[in-house]
């Protein structure tokens, strides 16, 4: 079985795996501003429509800004590694003093950042659905029942051990999906089958999708923010 082309790719073509509207195109799982260049060959791709496959592009580009600028400990660009970002910030002043804005000297001397949430959760939501609906060509429309977004750094011992591990699945995905192919013939070529999750690209994104009972979405971005979407 091809990992490539899976019937469930053939359902992705039916909706916008984002609102369920028809699809008029194809849009990267991975938000592409999320990984560095060259691209990984054979990235995800959806269903989408025109309106979804604009509507993200300004949040995705925020996020990556601010987990770089967050990982430097400034927003100014030349002291940002990832190419990508560092261009977007010298194009977008006005991006730059927006992350600036949400940095604040704290008493003890540290660095608190205060980023915009709604447009991360955003962001996340949105890798949730693409990752959920390429992995299970199912979508998932609903409104999540947990949206979970925290560096890495600062998760307890506990936490962090939960958070890596893969959930048991109780019972087999659908024969076709990509989820099948993962567990029964060695999975597509991102899918690291010690840990169990999908590395698109090294210390740059990882994630996984499972369905324990819920379906479950957990993401790892610079090996700095995590996330996890449940429904
Ligand atoms: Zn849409």
Known sequence: MDPRKLFVDERHAAFCVFCGNP?????H????VLLDDPLPDDLPLVGSCHRCNNSFSLDEEY???????????????????RPKVRAALQHSPSLAARIAAC?????????MWRPEEDRVRSVIIKLARGHVAH???????????????????VMTDEQRE????????PGWPEIGSRAFVNLSVGGDRTYDPESG??????????YLVAQPVEVE????LSEYLAAEVVW
Request: with cysteine; proline share 8%; glycine share 6%.
């Open 29 to 32: 799982a991975a938000s592409r």
């Open 23 to 27: 699809p008029v195109t194809r849009e």
């Open 162 to 169: 939960a958070f890596e591990a893969v959930p048991e699945c």
């Open 135 to 153: 992995q299970y060509g199912e979508p998932q429309l609903d409104e999540p029942s947990r949206v979970t977004i925290l560096p890495l750094v």
């Open 103 to 111: 940095r604040s000297n704290e008493a003890s001397g540290g660095i």
């Open 217 to 220: 979405f957990r993401v790892v």
């Open 197 to 206: 999750w999908n590395v698109l690209q090294m210390r740059r994104y990882r």
């Open 63 to 81: 996020i990556a800004c601010l987990i770089d600028c967050v990982l430097a400990g400034s927003t100014e660009p030349d002291s940002i590694s």
